[in-house]
């Protein structure tokens, strides 16, 4: 049986609230009090969970972190997405399509505060690679404030396969790049867009790079580049809801 830790009250009760993966147990260190811990109790009871009551040395053993509030449960894996799920899902409403795709981002906060970013304006989907990246893993979920439970995550093999796709579908691929020469801002974010944005230190690597429509830079005036991949991701995937935020109220 494949299981997992997932650790934290926002990971745990989200995760309860969406359905998505199966519980085999919650664990509830006895130290461990709050009105959110009473809630995921309710939850649990009311799903026929069982709920066994630990001690906060045993719970950092089984989560291996000491980070978990006090709360953990023993689930199934994250449930992905498949590729073709997101597109049509994302093609299907009418409306312009927003996707993420991450490449090279391997630190696990920062994937997951660009989940929570990303999710916080309801994206279509964000897509990852399998190799040399970091992945669903319950740490993400903490780190994305429970954010993961909700999304649609996708993991791929070859992340300029996924581009050739969408660009047949109609997507413009734009990436983040601290050099580019085109502004963020002076540029049209408004259709059915995917946008990329690099790792921590290489950013984007260079064959995904090539096949991108553009490359975007968000302006900035200090001496060095202050902007991790998180950061500059959520300037950029705000900037995009802000301009589409517009044209529908001018369309409307």
């Known amino acids: 049986m494949n299981t997992e830790i997932l650790y934290g009250i926002h990971p745990v009760l989200e995760s309860l609230k969406t ?118 893993t319950p740490a993400v979920s903490k780190a994305s404030a429970g954010a993961l439970e909700h999304g649609r995550l996708c993991r791929v093999t070859n992340m300029v396969t996924v581009i050739k796709m969408l660009k047949e579908k109609g997507f413009w691929i734009y990436g983040l790049d601290t050099v580019a020469d085109q502004s963020l801002y002076a540029t049209d974010l408004c259709g059915d867009l995917a946008l990329v944005i690099g790792g921590e230190e290489k950013g984007i690597r260079s064959l995904v790079k090539r096949h991108c429509d553009l490359m975007l830079s968000i302006p900035q005036t200090g001496r060095v580049n202050s902007l991790n991949a998180s950061v500059a991701a959520a300037v950029a995937i705000f900037e995009a809801f802000r301009q589409r935020a517009v044209a529908s109220a001018t369309k409307d």
Do not use: C, W
């Open 19 to 136: 359905g998505r993966r199966i519980f085999h147990e919650i664990y509830i260190a006895k130290e461990a009090s709050s009105k959110r811990i009473a809630k995921i109790e309710e939850r649990a009871g009311s799903k026929g969970i069982r709920v066994k009551s630990t001690d906060m040395q045993r719970l950092s053993r089984l989560a291996a972190t000491t980070h978990h509030q006090g709360v953990g449960a023993r689930v199934s894996p994250y449930p992905l997405t498949a590729i073709g799920d997101i597109v049509d899902r994302s093609k299907s409403d009418g409306d312009h399509s927003f996707l993420i795709l991450l490449d090279n981002v391997v630190d696990p906060h920062n994937l997951g505060a660009v989940i929570r970013t990303a999710l916080a304006i309801d994206v279509d989907g964000i897509i990852i690679p399998r190799d040399r990246a970091a992945g669903p």
